[in-house]
Nanobody
Framework: QLVESGGGLLQTGDSLRLSCAAS????????MGWFRQAPGKEREFVTA????????DYADSVKGRFTISRDNAKNTVYLQMNSLQPEDTAVYYC????????????????????WGQGTQVTVSS
């Protein structure tokens, strides 16, 4: 099970860090990803990281503003979000890729089989 935390109500330009912790399981052997779903829209890819943390991938809309990282010793993945904009308003989900020891940062949500419950991030203008 994955548990996200850190969401909240922010203003344009603010920063926020989300955390995703594994409860009763592990994330250290898996690629991980963050996705988000805005009201009335489909869930979309935000960022992903390889199991060792050496390679990352970002959606164009967040590139240069968001940073994914992980601490495998703490079984936790992070999403640092800077320069937040109203269009970043969404429920943010972390997800674990289905294949352990897979080498890659995966952007397609079809490959993820374990999801957190989501955390709301709201950015006001």
């Amino acid at each position: 099970q994955l548990v996200e935390s850190g969401g909240g109500l922010l203003q344009t330009g603010d920063s926020l860090r989300l955390s995703c912790a594994a409860s009763g399981g592990t994330v250290s052997s898996y690629p991980m990803g963050w996705f988000r779903q805005a009201p009335g829209k489909e869930r979309e890819f935000v960022t992903a990281i390889t199991r060792g943390g050496s390679t990352t991938d970002y959606a164009d809309s967040v590139k240069g503003r968001f940073t994914i990282s992980r601490d495998n010793a703490k079984n936790t993945v992070y999403l640092q979000m800077n320069s937040l904009q109203p269009e970043d308003t969404a429920v943010y989900y972390c997800a674990r890729y289905s294949r352990p020891f897979y080498f890659g940062a995966v952007s397609s949500e079809n490959g993820y089989d374990t999801w957190g419950q989501g955390t709301q991030v709201t950015v006001s203008s």
